[in-house]
């Protein structure tokens, strides 16, 4: 990564927290009086409505600090989420997309990982595993995740495409910059 992308990194992230702190409207979540699973669907809503806004508003029209912000908040709802229902699906891959795009591959690796361990037949889930790993340039751990998907369907399209994408990996990792990390 080049140091003006870092510089510029952090200083919207420093922006963000300085907002947060200072009491900028930011969607808060209220605390529902109908009791504790009412109240994780409204995390889980409010979660997913952050990362939206942040992801299909923002991000399009380039405005970086507020989609960190909707990020961060995403976040907080999600996590408080996963506080009380751990195996919930939708938290863990709102997660991984969040920690992709901010390029945190091995967070979003691990998240992606978790969605495999609660629903073992999620095929889309080892291969977003595979890709985030990929990207972290741990080659061999992606490979494995592949491996895991092609264990977990008998469809000959996705074997095809499986193979495909193992081959590729396997190409990538032979390169003299593999393993670099991004």
């Known amino acids: 990564m080049s140091r003006r992308y870092l510089v510029v990194l ?3 992230v420093w922006i963000a927290c300085v907002w947060l702190t200072a009491g900028a409207p930011i969607p808060r979540v209220q605390k529902d009086p109908g009791g504790p699973g009412r109240d994780q ?3 889980l809503r409010q979660g997913i409505a952050c990362f939206e806004q942040g992801f299909y508003e923002f991000l399009p029209k380039n405005k970086r600090a507020e989609a960190e ?3 961060v908040a ?3 709802e999600l996590e408080l989420v996963l506080e009380t229902e751990p195996d919930n699906g939708q938290a863990h891959r709102t997660i ?3 920690h992709s795009i901010r390029r945190n591959h091995l967070a979003a690796a691990e998240h992606y990982q978790r969605l495999t361990e609660i629903d073992p037949y999620d095929v889309d889930s080892y291969v977003l595993a595979a890709l985030a ?3 972290a340039g741990k080659f061999a751990e992606a490979g494995i995740e592949l491996e ?3 264990g977990r369907t008998s469809d000959p399209r996705a074997l095809a495409l499986l193979g495909g994408y193992l081959e ?3 190409e990538a990792g032979k390169r003299p910059d593999a393993g670099a990390g991004k």
């Open 69 to 71: 912000m909707s990020f």
């Open 74 to 76: 995403a976040m907080r």
């Open 96 to 98: 991984a997309r969040i």
């Open 168 to 170: 590729k990996l396997s």
């Open 10 to 12: 952090s200083l919207l």
């Open 41 to 43: 669907a409204s995390h």
């Open 148 to 150: 895991k998907a092609k």
């Open 133 to 135: 790993l990929t990207e």
